[in-house]
């Protein structure tokens, strides 16, 4: 009983410090985009109209991956359980 309380608060640890990490990530983010906008705007434009294509980019890259890294960690685990 002890080790599913512990493995818990380990699941629960994991989130937080990922949420923190978007957090601080996001937080980055928009002040990185005020300070550029302050000091060349041009620039921060540009990158304004940019970052929209990469995020998209990216989250259809990682849709395409999903399940190619699914079925990998699936063949994986029959295999370490024949060997067990």
């Known amino acids: 009983m002890l080790t599913t309380i512990t493995d818990g608060n380990r699941v629960n640890q994991g989130i937080a410090e990922k949420l923190y990490t978007l957090a601080q990530g996001f937080s980055l983010l928009i002040s990185a985009y005020a300070v550029a906008l302050s ?9 304004m109209t ?4 990469t995020f998209a980019i990216y989250g259809a890259a990682i849709a395409y991956d999903i399940p190619i890294e699914s079925r990998i960690v699936c063949s994986i685990g029959l295999l370490a359980n024949m060997i067990i």
């Not at 000091?39 to 990158?47: C, D, E, G, R, S």
């Not at 940019?50 to 294509?53: D, E, L, N, T, Y």
């Open 39 to 47: 000091v060349q705007w041009k620039l921060a434009l540009i990158v």
């Open 50 to 53: 940019i970052m929209p294509a």
